[in-house]
């Protein structure tokens, strides 16, 4: 099932934006709030499957910090927008990689980095996974305190992915 989004206004795409900063501030991660604010366009009825479809992605997959999980989570979408679902289906997985590149390269176009700790401000850009400290590493998220979301990029990035998203499709 593919969405008709050609008519999906800018109120719509905006308020689907909002929705998933709304899931961000209740607790969900980046991947779980781009993912879960837009998977009932392919379907995807129950909001639970798509929070767990989508959890081990945030933190920059699994708290890694490397992929970003609102970058993660338009990927995620991007799978249901055009993803192959035949092994040999050479052709469908080269439109899929180019949809995902397209994706990519307008969310980098615009933050500067796909990389999670990039965009946090926790390693410099360009940088390799070896230059965090052991602690970043830690699979226990922050505490979501009003300090954590004054001082995270994360819900305009959020918002953003979804933004991206929609006006791609």
Known sequence: MQPNCNTMNEQEIESRAQKAVELFKQGYNCSQAVFASCAD??????????LRLAASFG??????????GAASG?????????????PHDTEG????????????????????????AEL?????????????PAKALRPRPADRTPEYYEKRPCPEMIAE???IYLRSI
């Not at 933190?59 to 970003?68: A, D, F, I, S, W």
């Not at 338009?74 to 035949?86: C, Y």
């Not at 995902?100 to 796909?114: H, I, N, R, T, W």
């Not at 946090?120 to 965090?132: D, F, K, N």
Request: hydrophobic letters at 45%.
């Open 41 to 50: 366009l392919y379907g995807i009825k129950d909001e639970n499957l798509a």
């Open 120 to 132: 946090l401000g926790l390693a410099p850009r360009g940088t390799t996974m070896e230059y965090l």
């Open 161 to 163: 992915a979804v933004r």
């Open 74 to 86: 338009m990927f995620l979408l991007a799978g249901l927008q055009n993803g192959s679902a035949t």
């Open 93 to 116: 997985k080269m439109a899929n990689y180019a949809f995902v590149q397209q994706l990519a390269g307008d969310f980098k176009g615009k933050y500067g980095s796909l990389i999670c």
């Open 59 to 68: 933190g920059g997959m699994g708290r890694m910090r490397l992929v970003c």
